[in-house]
């Protein structure tokens, strides 16, 4: 089987554990292709937590979740130097940051030096600890979750530790048909009636369709259309008004690299051997809301981040 048919195969069953949530699902895979990190931000109860989980089950690798609170501890992620006095030296014992895919639950819920913790892992994919560096697994993903509707005893991240992420996914409420049919899932996995999962997909296989995600052909036109859209965040005026008004701060590079993979990784999964402006439009929204940061006077109009990136659209010309 090729590692095409295994991530479509995966992702069909994904849609079949995590309903009414296909774009959760998409931007997760897109995320594993892309070698990113992903932020999923939505009310409590949408299947944020569980469709992580479900994605480690589809994969080879190990999982874990840690819960984050205002107590936690910056060694809590990263591990510590465990003094052992049998043979009168430190021993360094990892924390959770040191497996595959690891889901930082309600992220915002932590100080800001439990969130900077994450930082260097994810960014430079080790962990210092003392005057040691320790290299994080070749297969690493930081998958994080919050809450949008509590903001007391919360931490909002800053814009260093936002741009890490790959892509800022938001998620809403599952319509009718999916609310009825999550009542029969829940009541099946009650009665032990669950989906078997298809077979793991290797880690090497994994990196095999990351290789041929970046291979993927991208037309200099399409480059440029990246290019442009990310320009235009820097250098409003010459696009609209609108702009100039609603934008403070526009797109690091980092925004232009995560526009350039989402797109080819999207590509790749609808089963395309090239880019087009539509797989750029696609990904846009999430791969640029959490960068960009609006003026006080968009703010004050109610001017989301979203609504600026479809300004963007209507005014960047496809080229």
């Known amino acids: 089987m090729t590692q095409h048919a295994q991530i479509t195969a995966l992702k069909g069953w994904l849609d079949s554990q995590i309903v009414g949530q296909p774009h959760l699902i998409e931007r997760l895979l897109i995320a594993l292709l892309a070698d990113g990190h992903l932020l999923v931000e939505g009310a409590p109860g949408l299947a944020k937590t ?4 479900s994605l480690s089950d589809g994969i080879e690798g190990n999982f874990h979740r840690v819960q984050f609170t205002p107590d936690l501890l910056p060694s809590d992620i990263t591990g510590t130097d465990i003094y052992r006095p049998e043979a009168g030296t430190f021993e360094f014992q990892p924390g959770p940051i040191f497996h595959n895919l690891v889901l930082a639950d309600e992220i915002n819920r932590a100080p800001a030096k439990v969130q900077s913790a994450l930082l260097e892992a994810m960014a430079e994919r080790q962990v210092s600890v003392g005057r040691t560096s320790y290299p994080l697994p070749k297969l ?8 949008p509707i509590e903001q007391e005893g919360t931490y909002p991240l800053p814009e260093a530790q936002l741009d890490r992420f ?3 996914v938001e998620v809403g409420y599952p319509d009718i048909a999916a609310e ?6 829940v009541r099946d996995e009650a009665s032990a009636t669950k989906v078997a999962a298809p077979e793991k997909i290797t880690e090497t ?8 995600v970046l291979s993927i052909h991208m037309a200099d036109a399409v480059e440029e259309y990246i290019v442009q859209l990310i320009n235009a965040t820097r250098n409003p005026a010459l696009y609209s008004q609108d702009l100039v008004n609603w934008l403070e701060y526009g797109a690091s590079p980092r925004g232009t690299i995560a526009l350039d993979r989402c797109a080819r990784a999207m590509a790749w999964l609808n089963g395309k051997d090239f880019v087009s402006p539509d797989d ?11 960068r960009i940061i609006l003026s006080f006077e968009a703010e004050a109009n109610g001017i989301t981040a979203d609504k600026v990136i479809d300004e963007l659209l209507a005014k960047v010309p496809v080229a």
């Open 280 to 290: 750029v439009q696609s990904v846009v929204h999430d791969a640029l809301r959490h």
């Open 205 to 212: 296989d994994i990196h095999e369709a990351r290789q041929q």
């Open 180 to 185: 009825r049919k999550i009542l029969r899932i």
């Open 140 to 147: 690493f993903m930081v998958l994080a979750t919050q809450n």
């Open 50 to 53: 569980k469709a992580v989980k």
């Open 166 to 168: 790959l892509m800022h």
